[in-house]
């Protein structure tokens, strides 16, 4: 573990201060897809006792970026290649139903709130936000939709496939042809086109997964015709 190990003596939640130093790992990539998670280690890096290990790892495998087998203990979960696929299929639906419900619905605001985000993404040097400030951008799309329930479930997907998100980001022109893609989106928003602003979502995101599966070793293609 590289990252800097919190003093999390007076903390109300140990547990939560542990998953949240664990996601980061293995949203870096610091810790390996399949790869064991020693809980007498993790403990003794905290200087803590399991019980608030294994409580972050539970936490963990609610995200689905843990497994626990019965004689290997708890692993970094893998996400097989229709499992990915899956998971993009449900966005391009979540995501067009949120932005037909949300086109309409916007006023100057939330035209502004995502400007805003996607002048913070495009200018953010640290790769490791990127992530998260694409994230941040879906979010103030869909935001005029209030479809709490909806942006719930997309946002567990965003934490299970982060780490990859992270790769295609970093790849070849991923950040630039992101923030041209969102732009685009912006500007039909702007024009409460809902039509045109749903179709040019739906491509983004598949536009994503085609660029995953093109750079993940061991993936085969994408199917784009969900």
């Not at 209030?146 to 990859?164: T, V």
């Amino acid at each position: 573990m590289k990252a800097d190990i919190p003093d999390i003596g007076s903390t109300p939640s140990a547990s939560v201060i542990i998953a949240k130093y664990l996601r980061e790992a293995i949203i870096s990539g610091e810790m390996s897809e399949n790869e064991p998670i020693r809980q007498d280690v993790i403990a003794g890096l905290f200087n803590v006792s399991k019980i608030p290990v294994r409580e972050a790892l539970k936490l963990l495998e609610a995200e689905g970026l843990v497994i626990f087998y019965r004689n290997r203990g708890a692993v970094v979960a893998t996400i097989t290649e229709p499992e990915l696929a899956q998971m993009f299929e449900v966005r391009v639906l979540l995501e067009s139903k949120l932005m037909q419900l949300a086109v309409t619905q916007m006023n100057d605001g939330h035209i502004t709130r995502i400007s805003e985000a996607c002048d913070r993404f495009i200018a953010e040097q640290d790769a490791s936000r990127w992530a998260e400030l694409n994230w941040d951008i879906h979010a103030a799309f869909y935001a005029a939709a209030n479809r709490p329930f909806m942006m719930d479930m997309l946002r567990s997907i965003h934490d299970k496939i982060e780490r990859y998100m992270r790769l295609q980001l970093a790849v070849a022109e991923g950040l630039v042809n992101a923030d041209t893609e969102h732009r685009a989106i912006l500007d039909a928003c702007k024009h409460r086109d809902a039509e045109k602003a749903v179709e040019l979502m739906k491509q983004h995101i598949i536009g994503v997964c085609r660029d995953l599966y093109a750079h993940l070793p061991g993936f085969t293609g994408f199917d784009d015709d969900i």
